[in-house]
């Protein structure tokens, strides 16, 4: 099976390489630029390298790990979050059409407004971010082609300590005894991301078919996360306070509980949230 995967060198991308190492998949591990993981450039926002590089290697499956995820930038940065995170789902997809290519998508918790959590697959999507509104729109392009698709939202994702996430974020900080603020009125159920690589292998090798939701079983604020963090490798929870969304004054609003039942991934793509516990021993 040819694996074409975008964003090689992200948090999920450089996760799903390290997967997909020792395996039998011819794995095409791509990049805007051409550095770190990436064998071959590809900038999704452009057509002309989605058809060149489709073209080339016709690959079986496409796992989409490349987005704008940074939620404040996507608010000033407009026209690039909507390029990489919309318009590119249109070249990924006519592509994909004409290889029959497997689509495989990542999403996020940020499609909904917070106000309802946990989520089904099923439930109404809301988004109060111009970032949540552009993973939707990009979602809503993809169910209406007419190629094979698989969607995993998921949550918070962390680990890998050489890539940027809470739990490295936390830890650094208060191993060089910075003081740490995280808000304790949101809700999340952060993700293995070895957790998120597994469930997209298997959609790849079942050619699943549709929207699953993926992440941690675990719903905590991001305070109780930082604690979590810090009991676990000894370090000095003092330095760590609470606070308020509010107070942050954050470009983007964000949801206040989100979180996914599990119960479709469970079922049909084998999924078995790890703990956050033995998350971090995994970091470690």
């Not at 979050?81 to 918790?109: F, G, P, Q, R």
């Not at 929870?237 to 969304?245: D, E, G, H, N, V």
């Not at 078995?272 to 970091?283: A, N």
């Amino acid at each position: 099976m040819k694996v074409l995967i975008t964003g090689i060198n992200g948090l999920v991308g450089s996760t799903l390489f390290e997967l997909y190492a020792n395996s039998s998949h011819d794995i095409i591990p791509t990049s805007r630029n051409l550095e770190g993981l990436a064998t071959t450039k590809l900038d999704i926002t452009k057509q002309e390298e989605v058809s060149h590089v489709f073209n080339a290697f016709k690959p079986d499956v496409v796992i989409n790990t490349a987005a704008i995820a940074d939620v404040d930038m996507c608010e000033v940065e407009k026209d690039l979050c909507w390029k990489t995170n919309v318009t590119a789902m249109k070249y990924l997809i006519e592509a994909c059409k004409l290889y029959n290519s497997h689509l495989i998508h990542i999403s996020t918790d940020y499609i909904f407004d917070g106000s309802g959590g946990p989520y089904k697959e099923t439930d109404q999507s809301n988004p109060i971010s111009y970032y949540g509104k552009s993973k939707l729109e990009g979602e809503k392009i993809l169910i209406d082609s007419t190629i094979d698709y698989a969607i995993i939202r998921t949550i918070l994702v962390y680990g890998n300590h050489t890539k940027l996430n809470i739990v490295s974020f936390v830890k650094k900080s208060l191993e060089n005894e910075n003081p740490v603020k995280l808000v304790d009125d949101q809700y999340r159920m952060p993700t293995l991301v070895g957790d998120l690589a597994k469930a997209c292998d298997v959609a790849a090798n079942k050619r699943a078919t549709g929207i699953y939701h993926v992440s941690g079983n675990e719903m905590m604020t991001y305070y109780d996360i930082g604690l979590k963090i810090a009991d676990y490798f000894s370090l000095d929870s003092s330095l760590i306070t609470k606070t308020k969304t509010a107070k942050l004054n954050q470009k983007a609003k964000r949801p206040e509980v989100t979180g996914f039942v599990l119960d479709k991934a469970i079922k049909e793509l084998d999924y078995i949230p790890t703990s956050f516990e033995k998350g971090l021993e995994e970091f470690r």
